[in-house]
């Protein structure tokens, strides 16, 4: 017999929020996460152009000494941008209950966990979707660092004018096919491209097309992405003889 399940209360560990100077907030992740002096400048750069975007996560002990839990970069871009000269506030710091050191470090380990990773396909496809890929070429790339994703070669592989295309994806071509079986042509020119074309992304596929194609066939094959789309037109004309 199953045993009942226990149920449980949700618990929020926010007691707080403060303005504080991160250069008066102590170092708690020793030596956990590695951060070159690339990765603190270009942060710093973020945070400048950008503004501040979260607020990081501090335990503030019983004797008023706090601790950084979760923004270590964050900090250490916050005081190299103060010793280059800039004006810079206070920083928005959520206060976290923690029993003790020991509670506080598992924290931390918690605040690292993550569940779900970035890919190139899907990040196209978003820059593509929101209209900020000409943003993204011109400037924000020098910026950002996705650990699962080596910048550079995404760059290189969804920007460069370079790259291989089939000429079956010609926009000419897609405009002029107003054909009751749409969906059917589109189908065989992505098996055709793909049998030629291995290495294309995804991305350049969805860029080639029409919304209105990019709808008809997210019908048919019951999914919500342009991504999910071709990965279902891919997989079914390589398992077709």
């Not at 004797?63 to 979760?70: A, H, Q, R, T, V």
């Not at 994703?149 to 370079?162: A, G, Q």
């Not at 897609?174 to 992505?190: I, M, Y």
Request: proline fraction near 5%; charge should be negative.
């Amino acid at each position: 017999m199953k045993p009942p399940t226990i149920l449980k209360e949700l618990k929020s560990l926010i007691i707080g929020e403060e303005q504080l100077d991160l250069s008066d907030v102590e170092y708690f992740q020793a030596n956990l996460k590695d951060i070159t002096e690339e990765d603190v400048q270009k942060l710093g750069e973020l945070m400048l152009n950008e503004g501040i975007l979260d607020p990081v996560k501090v335990w503030k002990r019983e004797d008023g000494k706090c601790f950084m839990l979760d923004g270590h970069a964050r900090k250490l871009a916050y005081e190299w941008l103060k010793k280059q000269g800039h004006k810079i506030p206070p920083y928005p710091c959520l206060i976290l209950k923690c029993r003790n050191e020991q509670h506080a470090a598992e924290i931390v380990l918690a605040l690292r966990t993550s569940y779900g990773q970035m890919n190139e396909d899907g990040l196209y496809e978003f820059l593509h979707l929101k209209n900020i890929k000409d943003k993204f070429y011109s400037t924000l790339r020098q910026r950002l660092s996705y650990p699962t994703i080596d910048l550079k070669r995404f760059y290189e592989n969804y920007f460069l004018e370079s790259r291989p295309v089939h000429p079956a994806f010609s926009p000419e071509d897609f405009a002029k096919t107003e054909t009751e079986n749409t969906s059917e042509n589109l189908q065989k020119q992505v098996a055709q491209t793909f049998d030629e074309f291995e290495t294309i992304p995804l991305a350049i596929v969805i860029t080639r097309t029409e919304k209105r194609i990019h709808d008809e066939l997210k019908k048919q094959f019951g999914v919500k992405s342009d991504t999910e789309v071709y990965r279902k037109l891919v997989s079914h004309y390589r398992q077709t003889p």
